[in-house]
């Protein structure tokens, strides 16, 4: 009985560790620097989604790295089609309220792919939390 008990636990780990095998990845992209990270992030985001496109992918952007978010980005003929596409494919682009804040930012400066959060570091330290791996490019 023993036996069969414990085969039926193992069973069931082994189950349980096969499905979190098969479990979407989730990944948080942090930029805070666009002219050195934006592109790169991009074409990162666009990879991996070509290789698993159930990734669910984040990008969190302050500082700097709000800048490639704006209308009026000095390479917004570059990376604006980029940034529609990704969206379209479920990319989520989130900019911090603070840099907002700390540099006198209107939230209809930025393009319509982009949503907002409070604070850029406490969202990807808090999705971390929920299991997306970090990528800084």
């Known amino acids: 009985m023993?036996?069969?008990l414990l085969?039926?636990?193992l069973g069931m780990a082994l189950m349980s560790a096969a499905?979190?095998?098969l479990a979407a990845d989730k990944v948080v992209y942090h930029v805070n620097d666009s002219a050195s990270q934006?592109?790169?992030a991009l074409r990162n985001?666009?990879?991996q989604l070509d290789t698993a496109p159930d990734?669910?992918?984040?990008l969190v952007a302050h500082a700097d790295g709000v800048d490639f978010l704006m209308t009026d980005y000095?390479?917004?003929a570059q990376v604006g089609p980029l940034i529609s596409a990704l969206a379209a494919r479920g990319v989520a682009f989130e900019v911090c309220e603070i840099t907002l804040k700390n540099r006198k930012l209107a939230k209809d400066a930025f393009v319509m792919e982009a949503d907002f959060t409070p604070s850029g570091v406490v969202r990807i330290t808090r999705l971390q939390q929920e299991g997306y791996s970090y990528i800084k490019p």
């Open 2 to 4: 023993f036996k069969k």
């Open 55 to 58: 990734t669910s992918i984040k």
């Open 19 to 21: 499905g979190a095998a």
């Open 74 to 76: 000095k390479d917004a």
């Open 7 to 9: 085969a039926l636990v």
């Open 38 to 40: 934006a592109l790169s």
């Open 45 to 47: 985001m666009r990879n």
